[in-house]
């Protein structure tokens, strides 16, 4: 199964409603009702989605869509080279150790101006927000028992949280607070906030029971220091901006045709009978076309709501065009179940 990494045209905000495709290139005829089935964004790499209404976009994507990520501190033993030093490096559910990034579930709250108690100066407006972060409460060790009793009486909760700014509040010294580090990511090393003093220790015992795992810590992106993309991306000759990435692996979005997941599902029934679509972690999910539809295009025309008025004929009369880069290359990332954090050994990858 592939589905389709895109490329944004415009640097201004956008809100998505529906979806009709240009340049379809296809012996099939143009699918009649291809329309947004789902909207979704991923604020840490490699954890819980968010489903959205709608979603505004920005040059890196969907506004909250993969800012931040988790990594792990790199100490080589013995080392002369350079590129083998110590460093940062992102961790996701590649690796097979670390599945269970897949529960950490986290949710956003965004300031809200119209609010009667809404003041400029509180520290969650001066960071555009908040992302809390939820995760399993451990139940190892001696204690074992009666924290999973606590849980069973409804007495202690499920799972444990914190709460991060969205981004470094302005009233405060982001040097000190939150300063810039290296992180590796692929072939790149942009600089990204270090998050690491909000990080609570049973954290680090829900990733790393076992401790095998060098120091582990929370990057949030930087404006300034963004991915530029280039691969199968348009140059910056031809839109007039080079297209940038937060933590995204390697394009701002990610697009999904649902027949096409329906066709794997059906493929691996036997080892997984019901193949969840959020294994595949995509921005926008489309219905309408059949199975591998998307393949042929080269470009998505995103349309706002048709209206009657004919003066104000909204952003369905000519919407939002932007360019399929290439097809989406999976690696075993959907064979982690998002539910339970387990990682099927071999589907639905084989399929």
């Given amino acids: 199964m592939s589905s389709l990494a895109i490329i944004w045209l415009p640097l201004i905000p956008v809100t998505i409603f529906l979806i009709s495709h240009k340049y379809y290139q296809c012996t099939n005829p143009r699918p009649k009702g291809c329309r947004k089935l789902a909207l979704f964004a991923y604020p840490i790499k490699s954890c819980a989605g968010i489903e959205l209404d709608t979603a505004d976009v920005v040059p890196t994507g969907f506004t909250y869509d993969r800012q931040f990520c988790f990594a792990e501190y790199i100490t080589p033993k013995t080392s002369t080279n350079e590129s083998q030093q110590a460093h940062w490096t992102a961790r996701t559910l590649r690796d097979g150790s670390l599945c269970k990034m897949a529960l950490i579930r986290p949710e956003i709250w965004v300031p809200d101006p119209t609010a009667e108690d809404y003041c400029p100066e509180l520290q969650e407006v001066q960071s555009q927000g908040v992302l809390v972060i939820h995760y399993p409460r451990v139940t190892a060790g001696m204690l074992s028992f009666p924290v999973k009793l606590g849980v069973m009486l409804g007495i202690l909760s499920k799972e444990l949280s914190f709460r991060v700014p969205f981004s470094p509040p302005e009233n405060t010294d982001p040097k000190s607070t939150y300063p810039l580090i290296p992180v590796k990511i692929w072939k790149d090393t942009p600089l990204a906030h270090d998050y690491g003093c909000h990080l609570p220790s049973s954290l680090h015992r829900f990733l790393d029971p076992d401790r095998t795992r060098g120091p582990l810590t929370l990057f949030r992106a930087n404006s300034s220091h963004h991915r530029e993309i280039f691969r ?13 990435t937060g933590f995204a692996d390697a394009y701002p979005i990610h697009l999904l045709n649902i027949a096409s ?37 080269k470009r998505v025309r995103i349309c ?14 000519g919407g939002v065009e932007v360019y399929t880069a290439c097809r989406t290359i999976r690696c075993k990332l959907p064979n982690v179940d998002p539910d339970t954090g387990v990682r099927h050994p071999v589907e639905p990858d084989r399929a």
């Fill in 232 to 244: 199968n991306a348009p140059r910056k000759e031809d839109l007039g901006f080079q297209p940038v």
């Fill in 304 to 317: 706002g709501p048709k209206t009657e008025s004919k003066s104000e004929p909204g952003a369905g009369a």
């Fill in 261 to 297: 997941v329906q066709d794997i599902a059906g493929k691996c029934k036997t080892d997984i009978p019901e193949l969840s679509i959020r294994r595949f972690r995509a921005n926008i999910i489309v219905q309408g076309p059949g199975a591998y539809e998307e393949d042929h295009w």
